[in-house]
């Protein structure tokens, strides 16, 4: 917004930078067009024609954009301003925003009551073009001169002062009266509010809302509690322009329901007793109407009326009927919002619906920290912080709130952190917690050193060497040992230790063993190293053949176990034991060096197989985080770590026990 003058007692600064001050006398024929205008005018026509050639020979023309302003409030006056063509808003700030005088067209004067009146120099209003306007200045020194020569001016500057007095009074009286209905429904909003996230639903959300900043049609709102409608109306309002008039907020819950149960809309429309309603009370501004379904259909239709027209109709409070139309006009924009789809017949409207935090996954972390900023700057305290755990709460909870219960979730945590802390405790979260992890512990929450070593490199390779310099050597033994129980390393090792600790850690670790199992790093080892020697594409696994038969190998080779075992007493003969180990080595090793992945773990080992079925009774499990993985991966790195779906433990996954 440019503006045209300052509050130093100088001459003013026009829009193309040219001192008034230094400018030319008017030539002839300038003066002759605005003395001929001047003549024509119903006010300054009544003037003589001495005192009209000597005023128009005093003013100087400037052309002037819209949205310039002229002068501001309590600025040294410097001289009057005459409209020729355009528009000219007076205007004062007030509480509730800047708060409209009146108007002034071709031929009104404005600017010249600090003129006459020496105790107060400055002027009590401010000035701003509406259109592009054409406007003839008068400097206070050539006023004063024009004053003392001519009194026929003087006459008139005095009925113009009538006149503004009689105005400025009722305006005065219904400013009060405007200010103290609006006080409890205005609504302040942020310094230059910003659209916060970065997702797909945020940038769509944005692109709406910019559109809906280009024009003052009405925008209808759809969207359920906490989603930020207030906020995204208060943006709308600040980018549109009016930023410097009130932004009022109605919610149609909140209002008084007759015997019948049908919402009460005085507040809204006002009555015919004489007391206004917001929308008159607003004149101009941006009114949030929330939960506008409540109203019944013939408020719905005064709106639609509204919105068409610009006019009102007020409600009747006593004979028949139950509406009376008011002369007022208003200019106020309305947003109209519901949880639910609203369509205003034969209006043109902005639809912007919005989403539940639900569908944001990917904007928690931004608002999680913005809302920290914001909070902790209210209790002036340093910055507090989230860790990964944290962080992976917030996105995994469902939020019924939306955005309102996550600032409230943030607020609480604030204020339950102690002052010496930088980073929020989990314990503050206690509410953030969704229905399927209600008996659930996160041991890599609880446990942080157990996160760390499950990332590290000693999970799984490093174990992988220590588990093959055991499994070598046993099954070594068992073809060159005693072949006695009681002599024999793998028959005590593998029948009396490993195979009933097997079957017992089964209810407290589930399937950790498929991790570190030797047949899987042979296999995982030796097609490494085919690879190296002989590069080649890995057959993809045979989904529908083994979806098909796969369950029927693992019963066949659970059964020719079980037949092994009691015909040959398996347990007590070790070369034997080692066999079996070596066959299911084998099918490891055949399955890696063919197919890609591991095909013989996951469909065809014997032992796996059998893990699948007693994981099941575990108390604890490996499971990925919906949300959090849904929202912030797109590598699938837990997916393509190893070439299997072993997981890697990255934030995306938890370490549960059922409690």
């Known amino acids: 917004m440019s503006v045209l003058a300052t509050s130093s007692p100088c001459t003013p600064h026009l829009p193309l930078g040219n001192d008034l001050g230094e400018q030319e006398i008017p030539e002839h024929h300038e003066i002759l067009e605005c003395w001929n205008w001047l003549s024509f005018h119903r006010n300054w026509g009544q003037l003589a024609d001495e005192s009209l050639q000597a005023i128009a020979a005093s003013l100087h023309l400037l052309t002037v954009e819209p949205g310039t302003e002229i002068y501001q409030r309590d600025q040294n006056a410097i001289g009057l301003y005459l409209l020729k063509w355009g528009t000219v808003e007076l205007y004062r700030p007030s509480p509730v925003g800047k708060t409209h005088i009146c108007y002034r067209g071709a031929g009104d004067l404005f600017g010249y009551v600090p003129l006459v009146e020496a105790a107060h120099p400055t002027y009590r209003a401010g000035a701003i073009t509406v259109t592009k306007s054409a406007i003839w200045f008068l400097k206070q020194a050539d006023f004063h001169h024009l004053l003392r020569i001519h009194a026929d001016l003087q006459s008139l500057i005095n009925g113009q002062l009538i006149e503004d007095l009689e105005h400025f009074t009722w305006r005065i009286s219904w400013e009060q009266e405007r200010i103290q209905g ?80 049908v919402v009460d809309s005085e507040a809204l429309f006002g009555n015919d007793a004489g007391q206004p309603g917001l929308i008159e009370l607003l004149e101009r501004g941006t009114l949030l109407i929330d939960n506008v379904h409540l109203l019944p259909g013939n408020d719905r239709d005064r709106l639609i009326t509204y919105l068409k027209t610009g006019r009102l109709t007020r409600n009747r409070t006593a004979g028949q009927g139950t509406t009376t139309e008011t002369p007022g006009v208003s200019w106020a924009r309305l947003i109209l919002a519901s949880p639910q789809k609203q369509v205003f017949a034969g209006v043109q409207t902005h639809l912007i619906k919005l989403s539940t935090l639900l569908q944001r996954k990917d904007d928690i972390p931004e608002f999680s920290q913005y809302f920290l900023e914001q909070f902790c700057q209210e209790q002036n305290r340093p910055l507090l912080h989230l860790n990964q755990g944290d962080l992976r709460r917030l996105i995994s909870y469902a939020y019924p709130g939306n955005l309102g219960e996550l600032a409230e979730i943030l607020h609480r945590a604030v204020l339950m952190t102690p002052l ?200 604890v499990e490996v499971r990925s985080a919906q949300q959090v993985c849904g929202s912030q991966c797109q590598t699938f790195g837990c997916y393509q770590r190893s070439g299997s779906k072993t997981p890697s433990f990255q934030d995306g996954f938890m370490l549960d026990v059922l409690i």
């Not at 409890?184 to 809302?209: D, E, F, M, N, W």
């Not at 559109?211 to 208060?234: C, E, H, I, M, P």
Request: charged share 15%; net charge positive.
């Open 182 to 261: 609006l006080q409890r429904y205005i609504h302040p909003i942020a310094l230059h509010p910003t659209l916060r996230g970065q997702s797909k639903v945020a940038q769509k959300l944005a692109q709406q809302a910019e559109a809906a900043t280009q024009d003052l049609n009405a925008v209808v709102l759809q969207g359920a509690v906490g989603t930020g409608k207030t906020f995204l109306a208060g943006y709308i309002h600040f980018r549109s322009g009016l930023v410097h008039s009130p932004f009022a907020e109605l919610d149609c819950a909140q209002l008084p329901r007759d015997a019948a149960g």
């Open 420 to 619: 010496d802390q930088t980073i929020i405790p989990e314990q503050v979260l206690w509410s953030v917690e969704s229905a399927k992890n209600a008996f659930r512990v996160d041991l890599l929450n609880q446990f942080p050193w157990l996160r760390q070593f499950l990332l590290s490199p000693w999970w799984p390779q490093r174990l992988w060497i220590g588990m093959m310099l055991v499994f070598i050597p046993v099954t070594i033994v068992g073809f060159v040992g005693p072949q006695t129980r009681e002599a024999n390393l793998l028959l005590n090792f593998f029948w009396a230790w490993w195979w009933p600790g097997y079957l017992f850690f089964f209810a407290f670790v589930s399937r950790v063993w498929c991790a570190v199992c030797p047949f899987m790093i042979t296999g995982e080892w030796l097609r490494t190293l085919s690879l190296w020697i002989w590069p080649r594409q890995l057959r993809p696994w045979p989904t529908q053949w083994l979806n098909r038969w796969g369950a029927w190998f693992l019963f066949l080779g659970f059964v020719l176990i079980y037949l092994w075992e009691h015909l040959w007493d398996l347990p007590h003969r070790a070369y034997l034991s080692a066999w079996l180990l070596l066959i299911i080595t084998a099918g490891a090793v055949l399955g890696s060096l063919i197919y890609e992945r591991r095909l013989w773990c996951r469909y065809l080992c014997p032992i796996g197989g059998m893990n699948g079925m007693f994981a099941k009774l575990s108390m």
